[in-house]
């Protein structure tokens, strides 16, 4: 989690995140840097990483960063993107280890932009306000594959339909709609089809 202001540019760049918010993301940490509280952030992305799916170590680390905002001088969306850009470089590794596509990680990333436009839109900074979404990404449980993401869960009741029946804690994938631009269909069934693929030996006997 130690790269530097241009790695984090190259990274941004590469999801083409708006030359504006880049600029502004790149100001505060180089503002955090020179007041010496940049490694404050750097250890609360570790201790995040380190938790390894817990999520009150997330939400506590993301209220922490709010805390902090009046004393380093940083608006707290700011503070909170900056904390998550910190935490992607670990999940690159944890992508690398189990061996999944590394466009799979970028169409993931992209999510970092979706999500700071919503937040310049909402609060006119281009921050993010929602940290707690990115356990999942985190911990390689949702993935960016195509128009949607999708996580796998485990269902919350029981359900029979057509021969189909899904128990209480049955795995099931759960899909979400980014807010990165229209909803077309064909977009969507390809994104299926890459989300079959992608699950078909955990669904291997399981309709998918």
Same mark, same amino acid.
């Given at each position: 989690?130690?790269?530097?202001? @241009?790695?984090? +540019?190259?990274l941004? !760049? =590469?999801?083409?995140? %708006?030359? #504006?918010?880049?600029?502004?993301? &790149? $100001?505060?940490?180089?503002?955090?840097?020179?007041?010496?509280?940049?490694?404050?952030?750097?250890?609360?992305?570790?201790?995040?990483?380190?938790?390894?799916?817990?999520?009150?170590?997330?939400?506590?680390?993301?209220?922490?960063?709010?805390?902090?905002?009046?004393?380093?001088?940083?608006?707290?969306?700011?503070?909170?993107?900056?904390?998550?850009?910190?935490?992607? @470089?670990?999940? +690159?590794?944890?992508? !690398? =280890?189990?061996?999944? %596509?590394? #466009?799979?990680?970028?169409?993931? &990333? $992209?999510?970092?932009?979706?999500?700071?436009?919503?937040?310049?839109?909402?609060?006119?900074?281009?921050?993010?306000?929602?940290?707690?979404?990115?356990?999942?990404?985190?911990?390689?449980?949702?993935?960016?594959?195509g128009?949607?993401?999708?996580?796998?869960?485990?269902?919350?009741?029981?359900?029979?339909?057509?021969?189909l029946i899904?128990?209480?804690d049955?795995?099931?994938?759960?899909?979400?709609?980014?807010?990165?631009?229209?909803?077309?269909? #064909?977009?969507?069934?390809?994104?299926?089809?890459?989300?079959?693929?992608?699950?078909?030996?955990?669904?291997?006997?399981?309709?998918?």
């Open positions: 989690m130690k790269e530097t202001r @241009e790695q984090m +540019k190259r941004m !760049e =590469k999801i083409q995140m %708006p030359e #504006e918010g880049i600029a502004q993301l &790149l $100001e505060a940490r180089k503002e955090l840097e020179e007041a010496d509280h940049w490694d404050v952030i750097v250890q609360t992305a570790e201790q995040v990483m380190a938790a390894d799916g817990e999520l009150s170590v997330l939400t506590q680390a993301l209220a922490d960063t709010e805390s902090r905002e009046e004393a380093l001088g940083v608006n707290r969306y700011l503070l909170d993107a900056l904390m998550l850009w910190c935490c992607w @470089e670990e999940v +690159k590794v944890r992508y !690398e =280890k189990q061996g999944l %596509p590394v #466009e799979i990680y970028y169409k993931s &990333l $992209e999510d970092m932009k979706w999500k700071m436009l919503e937040c310049y839109e909402i609060h006119g900074v281009y921050g993010n306000f929602v940290g707690h979404w990115y356990d999942g990404f985190f911990n390689l449980t949702r993935f960016g594959l128009r949607l993401q999708f996580e796998r869960i485990t269902f919350g009741d029981e359900y029979e339909k057509d021969g899904l128990h209480k049955s795995p099931v994938i759960n899909v979400h709609i980014p807010s990165c631009g229209p909803l077309d269909p #064909e977009a969507f069934k390809a994104s299926y089809a890459k989300a079959a693929e992608f699950y078909k030996e955990e669904f291997q006997d399981q309709p998918l």
